[in-house]
């Protein structure tokens, strides 16, 4: 079996994390910090992610807001998908990504990572919960 990457999207970080072979569980690899603005360097880290470890689907959290409005940071999510598509040729999944960075920081402060350590690891563990849902409603 292959891959599924997942990817915690946010206009300075973008936190990512993979499945393993069997599709079971998610791990966070890394966050790409970026300036928000030129996306070429975010995608083309997230090509190199997909090509390294054989990825074959990608999951994307879509930032909805809960009155159901499309809000700026959605519309650029979904943007950004659109470029990665088009740079590794797999369609991502948009799933609901609210509140997944405040468990992230929960989860975090209560082992006892806080500060700078927090939020160097906050968006890869976001992602990593995207992707842990994700896998688990699909073997469902």
């Not at 998610?26 to 090509?47: H, M």
């Amino acid at each position: 079996m292959s891959r599924v990457m997942a990817i915690d999207f946010g206009m300075r970080r973008i936190g990512v994390a993979v499945s393993d072979p069997l599709r079971i569980m998610a791990s966070g690899l890394e966050t790409i910090n970026w300036n928000g603005v030129d996306s070429d360097y975010a995608i083309d880290r997230l090509a190199q992610i997909v090509k390294e470890m054989e990825i074959s689907e990608i999951v994307l959290g879509r930032p909805s807001r809960t009155d159901g409005t499309v809000s700026e940071s959605e519309e650029k999510a979904v943007l950004f998908g659109q470029l990665l598509e088009e740079k590794v040729g797999i369609k991502p999944v948009f799933r609901d990504e609210r509140y997944t960075t405040v468990i992230a920081s929960q989860f975090l402060r209560s082992t006892g990572v806080s500060g700078k350590n927090k939020k160097k690891v906050v968006d890869q563990v976001a992602a990593e919960i995207i992707l842990q849902e994700y896998l688990d409603i699909s073997r469902a």
